[in-house]
């Protein structure tokens, strides 16, 4: 059972439009969420986080949103720009003795159109 | 500013050879972390040590052995590799656990004949 699911391979958007990525969740214990991004042949990296406690956090042009009754967050990339084309993953840490294990989503591409 | 080092970037092996995947921080991390990656799909935790002198199993552990041989490095042995274990890994470090953000190396890929 994926606890953490992007039910959306891939989104192609035009560049200045916005993006919008989803992601869900089954386990409502999860309480803290984290988005990445992955160039190909580099590594993730950090992009922006949530903690329960809130519905929305904004950094520049990326914010998310997270709603707790639907366990469902988003990623919302506006405007978008071609070098955003990049794989998105969300996860989310585990808590107490397993605080140590993240479930990560599959992913989606996101691909900006010039 | 080098983060997360990851070495080799790429291998070739055959069923049943061992290797040993190697990982180094320099950002004082206590915490870290072995995941792969098969296409298509996130990442899946296979081993993680949460300080120095701890390990912990992840979500894929059959197969690989760890050693957390000091604060900055974290390796990764695969004693006798399988195809399935055709992939690629990446190593990752964080403060320490939990809601930490993860800096992550840019990967061993790894191929089992």
């Known amino acids: 059972d994926q606890q953490v699911k992007q039910n959306s391979p891939s989104l192609s958007v035009q560049e200045g439009r916005i993006s919008i990525l989803n992601c869900d969740y089954t386990?409502?214990?999860?309480?803290?969420f984290l988005w990445y991004k992955k160039y190909p042949a580099e590594g993730p990296t950090f992009l922006i986080s949530?903690?329960?406690?809130?519905d929305k956090n904004e950094d520049g042009r990326f914010t998310v949103f997270l709603n707790k009754s639907a366990k469902h967050l988003s990623l919302h990339i506006v405007p978008s720009q071609p070098g955003d084309s990049a794989v998105y993953f969300c996860?989310?840490?585990?808590?107490?003795?397993?605080?140590?294990?993240?479930?990560f989503g599959d992913g989606t591409t996101l691909t900006v159109k010039p | 500013n080098a983060g997360v080092t990851q070495t080799p970037k790429f291998q070739v092996l055959k069923t049943g050879q061992s290797m040993t995947l190697q990982c180094a921080q320099d950002?004082?991390?206590?915490?870290m972390y072995w995941y792969r990656q098969d296409p298509g799909m996130g990442l899946r935790l296979i081993y993680y040590?949460?300080?120095?002198?701890?390990?912990d199993k992840g979500e894929v552990p059959n197969g690989y052995n760890v050693s957390r041989l000091n604060k900055r490095e974290f390796s990764l042995r695969l004693e006798s590799a399988a195809p399935s274990q055709t992939s690629v890994y990446f190593c990752?470090?964080?403060?320490?656990?939990?809601?930490?953000?993860?800096?992550f190396g840019d990967g061993t890929r790894l191929s089992i004949l």
């Open positions: 990752a470090s964080s403060p320490r656990e939990g809601r930490q953000p993860q800096h």
């Open positions: 386990n409502s214990m999860f309480d803290y």
């Open positions: 949530i903690s329960s406690i809130k």
């Open positions: 996860a989310a840490p585990a808590w107490g003795t397993n605080a140590g294990k993240s479930t």
């Open positions: 950002m004082n991390h206590n915490s």
């Open positions: 040590s949460a300080s120095e002198g701890t390990t």
